[in-house]
Nanobody, 121 residues
Framework: QVQLVESGGGLVQPGGSLRLSCVASGSIFSINNMNWYRQTPGNQRELVGLITQSGTTNYADSVKGRFTISRDNAKNTVYLQMNSLKPEDTAVYYC???????????????WGQGTQVTVSS
């Protein structure tokens, strides 16, 4: 099986920075896109940004210029560097990855358990 485990969330003051990590483990043949989502109570989960296997990134307009996604394919890890944080960035952040478990298998989407990010003074 495959597991995604996020870490790095916490409480930060407005204008501060946090770096989230997400490690994929288990039976993994290849990982396609790795994505970060966030969700606030009563709202749908929204895409923060994504990174392809080759390293191409794309971001939501609300975080462009402040957030950066990177990945280490050797470690099956994706990062979310969040700078100039605002109170409206407060949410549970989820890692998502499209993973192929073997050469013969289809790809499947996996989710982490989420990590809370709170931006408050």
């Amino acid at each position: 099986q495959v597991q995604l485990v996020e870490s790095g969330g916490g409480l930060v003051q407005p204008g501060g920075s946090l770096r989230l990590s997400c490690v994929a483990s288990g039976s993994i043949f290849s990982i396609n896109n790795m994505n970060w989502y966030r969700q606030t109570p009563g709202n749908q989960r929204e895409l923060v940004g994504l990174i392809t296997q080759s390293g191409t990134t794309n971001y939501a307009d609300s975080v462009k210029g402040r957030f950066t996604i990177s990945r280490d394919n050797a470690k099956n890890t994706v990062y979310l560097q969040m700078n100039s944080l605002k109170p409206e960035d407060t949410a549970v952040y989820y890692c998502n990855a499209v993973i192929q478990m073997s050469r013969e298998s289809l790809t499947r989407s996996y989710w982490g358990q989420g990590t809370q990010v709170t931006v408050s003074s």
